[in-house]
């Protein structure tokens, strides 16, 4: 399981990179792995606003379908085009390959995600 240092987590498996007030989103290691190999990826539009929590979208695997869930609040303020017609960019590199491009509206609620730390405890270690 890769876990970077340079990215918070969510409980529900999503990475956020914070950048000033903005922040990319994606989803872990441990998720794709879990999910096995994803075919398709269901992300919002360009300008829609989430509150903390909510869902923002889905990936579908052979396997399962899974929620995605937005770490913090904030304005979409773009979408990788590149996972709609190529899902399996995920399972290459989910850290690399982020979903969705936000505008936070809370930078505070950085504070409530989890520590690389604290995602590989949950995750029951290396």
Do not use: R
């Not at 007030?21 to 096995?36: E, M, R």
């Not at 505008?103 to 604290?118: I, Y």
């Amino acid at each position: 399981m890769k876990v970077l240092e340079s990215v918070l987590y969510t409980k529900d498996h999503e990475w956020i990179k914070v950048d000033g007030d903005k922040a990319y989103v994606g989803i872990t290691d441990f998720a794709q792995d879990s999910l096995g190999d994803i075919v398709f990826v269901d992300l919002p539009e360009v300008d829609f606003e989430f509150e903390k929590g909510e869902v923002f979208g889905a990936v579908e695997s052979v396997k399962a379908a899974s929620d995605l869930y937005i770490p913090v609040s904030g304005k979409i303020l773009g979408i990788n085009e590149e996972l709609v017609d190529n899902p399996e960019y995920i399972n290459e590199d989910p850290y690399k390959n982020w979903m969705i491009f936000i505008k936070m509206s809370d930078d505070s609620q950085v504070k409530e995600l989890l520590t690389p730390e604290d995602y590989e405890k949950l995750c029951g270690g290396k």
